[in-house]
């Protein structure tokens, strides 16, 4: 188990609690305000009364696990609670890897349904289920749904109705349930070997080729950038590998980019950059439209205006974008502003009238 942080949301949710199962990679997500004891006793007892209590389960030194509400649950449940070491995440690598997973596969929705990253809680319903149906080739080309569960994995043609599809409905003999059980069990044995066996011939694999690669681009190669942002604090809901981009100059140790809607240029080392195409690549409006739809970071001008967002319920305040024309002006959180902008946000709000502006702002009130 681990809590993964997702950044501000529609409403007061931050946090997602991620249990995972170890051999089949089954999860559940549990989307939160705050990562506490209460929102993990739930979870685990939720698991619990569907799939069993789970014998063991393992956590990192956080005190939301190392409560006391959490070692009386062990003791109740008959349980093995388990800590990893302090700084060695890898042991925990099972739920890290689902980490990396859960925000991979939210990044490519929201940027496909062009959604605010702020919505990302409505997409756990769809990210769980993509990964626990989704096969997986350390797996024996099975799904977690289907290792950990004996059903099988659901797919989109499922919904097509073929009109000389004739499939009666199945008779189950009750008297057999036994018989039917013991076959289940026998071919999850079977798989679970499988994939016990799989994951060790890979693990001897990955320690014999655990080797660097040394980068080389050429001038005109179109690359993708491992950028972090600072300006956006954790920020993890922003797309990590962003571009293309393309090369125009190479250094000793780094290359110059240029970004192709700005054309700004940027100054990277070459651990952070992937190849993505020589320079036959063809810069269509497609492409254009794809790079400026990747969270670009764009500077505020002037703030324009404020209001209370009834819907909502929250303070808004009208941002005009540095770069952008008058009509792409947004209506932005007054409390996003604040971490992004507070020094423009605040002499904006001190020469307003309004006292609850202000006061939000922390601009002292005459």
């Known amino acids: 188990m681990d809590y993964l942080t997702m950044g501000e949301a529609d409403g007061t949710t931050k ?3 991620v249990l995972k199962d170890e051999l089949t990679h089954y999860c559940e997500l ?8 209460d929102v993990t006793v ?3 007892l939720d698991w619990h009364k569907r799939f069993g209590l789970p014998a063991k389960w393992s956590t990192d030194n956080g005190s939301h696990f190392r409560s006391a509400v959490m070692a009386e649950l062990a003791t109740r449940l008959r349980g093995l609670q388990s800590f990893v070491p302090v700084y060695t995440p890898w042991i925990n690598g099972t739920v890290e890897r689902i980490n990396h997973d859960i925000l991979q596969v939210v990044r490519a929705l929201l940027l496909e349904l062009r959604l605010d990253t702020r919505s990302w809680e409505y997409l756990l319903p769809v990210v769980q289920a993509n990964l626990n149906q989704t096969p ?7 799904s977690p749904m289907e290792l950990f569960t004996g059903l099988p994995t659901s797919t989109p043609l499922d919904t097509c109705l073929l009109p000389d599809r004739g499939e009666p409905l199945q008779e189950v003999d009750l008297s057999n349930v036994e018989d039917f059980l013991n076959r289940l069990r026998e071919s999850l044995h079977a798989m679970h070997m499988d994939v016990v066996d799989r994951k060790e011939r890979r693990r001897l694999y990955q320690q014999a080729h655990k080797k660097g690669t040394t980068c080389n681009f050429s001038v005109g190669d179109f690359v993708l950038w491992s950028r972090i942002d600072t300006r956006l604090g954790e920020g993890k809901l922003l797309v990590r590998w962003v ?12 290359f110059m980019v240029r970004h192709l809607l700005t054309q700004a240029l940027h100054e990277v080392h070459g651990s952070r950059l992937k190849y993505y195409h020589d320079p036959s690549l063809e810069v269509n409006e497609e492409l ?7 969270g670009l970071v764009l500077g505020v001008e002037r703030i324009l205006n404020h209001r209370f967002n009834n819907t909502t319920r929250r303070h808004e305040l009208l941002v005009s974008w540095i770069g952008l024309e008058s009509i792409e002006d947004s209506w932005e959180p007054l409390s996003v502003m604040l971490a992004d902008a507070p020094v423009k946000v605040k002499e904006y709000a001190s020469h307003q ?13 005459q």
């Open 353 to 365: 009238d309004d006292t609850d502006l202000r006061h939000l702002c922390g601009v002292e009130v």
């Open 243 to 254: 571009g293309p981009f393309q090369v125009v100059e190479a250094k000793s140790h780094s």
């Open 42 to 44: 739930v979870a685990i």
């Open 288 to 294: 254009v439209e794809h790079v400026s739809s990747q």
């Open 15 to 17: 946090y997602v609690l």
């Open 136 to 142: 997986v080739v350390s797996l024996g080309n099975k």
């Open 30 to 37: 549990v989307a939160c305000d705050a990562p506490t004891s």
